[in-house]
């Protein structure tokens, strides 16, 4: 049995494990926006429903870096050294960076793109401060896909190392975060 100091606090724990579930949500309603008609109300909804999951992403962001700065979490047993410590930490400053960077481009390109932020199942609209600008939506949405792909391959690598260091290395990494 793992006592409260063995593991991430509560809060940390949950903001990880929902955060983790709601960027899951994010990807899968875009990605199968395709599955429905042009212009569908049912297409509508989900693309609009992809933009407040990631809202919420980004607003529950700030929330869990509070946390983290108030409580550094529990070492790992046996304690990492070298290149594996030092990718652990980068792959962890690259994921908290997504979990700003991912929703503020993709925020950006709908403002900045329509004028309006849409809620969905309504027709209201939350008005732009920005100026509209097809182009510069257009470059925002293509960083936007291009960190979408790229961090595929940064959750895989932290979801195998996960499995690694649980099933191989047998240490307590996963073991703090459940
Ligand atoms: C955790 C947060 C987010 C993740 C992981 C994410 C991921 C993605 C991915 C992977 C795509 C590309 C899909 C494809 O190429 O088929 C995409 C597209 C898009 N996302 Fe996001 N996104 C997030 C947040 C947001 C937010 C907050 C907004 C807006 C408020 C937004 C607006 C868009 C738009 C406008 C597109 C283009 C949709 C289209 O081409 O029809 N995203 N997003
Ligand atoms: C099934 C999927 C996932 C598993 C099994 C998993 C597992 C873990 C584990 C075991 C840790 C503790 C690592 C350590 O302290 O060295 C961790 C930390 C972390 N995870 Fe995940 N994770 C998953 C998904 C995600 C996703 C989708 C994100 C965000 C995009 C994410 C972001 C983070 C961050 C930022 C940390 C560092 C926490 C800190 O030390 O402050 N994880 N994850």
Redesign the pocket.
């Known amino acids: 049995m793992n006592t409260p100091s063995d593991r ?1 606090t509560y809060k ?1 724990r949950w903001f ?2 929902a ?2 579930i709601l ?2 949500l994010a990807y899968a309603l875009i990605l199968s926006r395709t599955q429905f008609e042009r212009g569908s109300q049912l297409r509508t909804f989900v693309v609009q429903t992809h933009f407040w999951v990631g809202i919420v992403v980004l607003v529950m962001a700030f929330f ?1 870096i509070a946390e ?1 700065r108030r409580h550094t ?1 529990p070492g ?1 047993m046996p304690p ?1 050294e070298g290149f594996l410590r030092t990718a ?1 930490t980068l ?6 960076a ?2 700003f960077v991912q929703p503020v481009l993709g925020l950006l390109t709908v403002l900045i793109e329509k004028g309006s932020l849409p809620i969905p199942l309504t027709q209201l609209l939350i008005p732009s401060p920005f100026p509209v600008s097809e182009d510069l939506a257009e470059s925002l949405e293509d960083i936007h896909k291009l960190l979408g792909t790229i ?1 595929y391959y ?2 895989g690598l ?2 195998i ?3 690694w ?2 099933f191989v290395r047998k240490d307590n ?6």
């Open positions: 991430y940390a990880h494990w955060m983790a960027i899951v869990r983290r979490p790992i990492l652990a792959s962890h400053y690259l994921l908290y997504f979990l961090f940064v959750i932290h979801v190392a996960a499995i260091h649980h990494t996963v073991k703090r975060m459940v």
